[in-house]
């Protein structure tokens, strides 16, 4: 058998042992070509551009066995027979991972907002709120939670026997199922742009009746009535805004 450098084109004689022993890997003896020699194996002497050794037809191939093809790193040499180092991990891989992430975090805040009642009911979870600062406690051991207050009516017009006087009428209630604070209320006058023209705030002992108790709190489903008095702005007040602070 005979393989043919693919680089100088110099044919040297094979024989089935040095295949084996290489695994077919030789070097040229010509220009020191390293290649395959299975993939340039002829069973008779290539016809062809093909060229003989100088030493002479009988000159054989140094056996190389396994090429080493040494890659320097920092601070080691590394095998190109060693197990290659495992795969870094791919970056959809990451995305999908921080995405399932972010995934639970989202149902996870999900499902307390629905079941907030109820965890605020639990003792135990009330009072690690608490702890944590996730619920505001105000006087008495009341809790704050101006969103859970709802404004069922609401009404405004001049006053009748006093001039200058804006009289607002309004209703709310408590939709938490525990008692809380009464909030302070939040009037702002707009224009017809929807700008502010005036803004007052009121506190709970300046819309509840004389003599009432401000640190009972506000009870579950209690529709609570509020008449107030305001400036009257003129003309340039054309609506009006509430918030439960």
Not at 98 to 104: C, E, F, Q, R
Not at 122 to 137: E, F
Not at 180 to 191: C, H, R
Request: aromatic share 6%; charged share 20%; glycine share 6%.
């Amino acid at each position: 058998m005979f393989t043919r450098c693919p680089q100088c084109k110099t044919v040297h004689p094979l024989t089935a042992e040095v295949i084996s022993h290489s695994r077919g890997l030789v070097q040229c003896g010509q220009c020191g070509r390293s290649f395959s020699s299975l993939s340039f194996l002829f069973d008779e002497w290539p016809s062809g551009e093909a060229n003989r050794p100088a030493s002479g037809p009988d000159t054989t191939l140094p056996i190389l066995g396994r090429v080493k093809k040494a890659v320097t790193t920092a601070e080691k040499t590394v095998d190109e027979d060693s197990e290659p180092d495992p795969p870094a991990a791919e970056p959809v891989q990451l995305v999908w991972a921080v995405s399932t992430a972010l995934l639970v975090l989202v149902t996870l805040a999900n499902m307390a907002w629905t079941f907030r009642e109820p965890l605020l009911n639990n003792p135990r979870i009330n009072s690690w709120m608490k702890q944590t600062g996730w619920l505001q406690v105000e006087q008495q051991g009341l809790l704050k939670d101006p969103q859970q207050i709802q404004l069922i009516s609401r009404d405004m017009h001049t006053h009748p026997t006093r001039s200058g006087i804006l009289v607002l009428s309004l209703t709310f209630v408590n939709l938490a199922q525990h008692s809380q604070v009464f909030p302070e209320l939040e009037i702002t006058l707009m224009d017809a742009g929807n700008q502010p023209v005036a803004q007052r705030q009121f506190h709970p002992a300046d819309y509840l009746r004389p003599g009432a108790d401000t640190q009972a709190g506000l009870t579950a489903d209690v529709f609570l009535p509020v008449l107030l008095e305001l400036g009257d702005p003129g003309e340039l007040a054309v609506g009006f805004e509430i918030r439960f602070l």
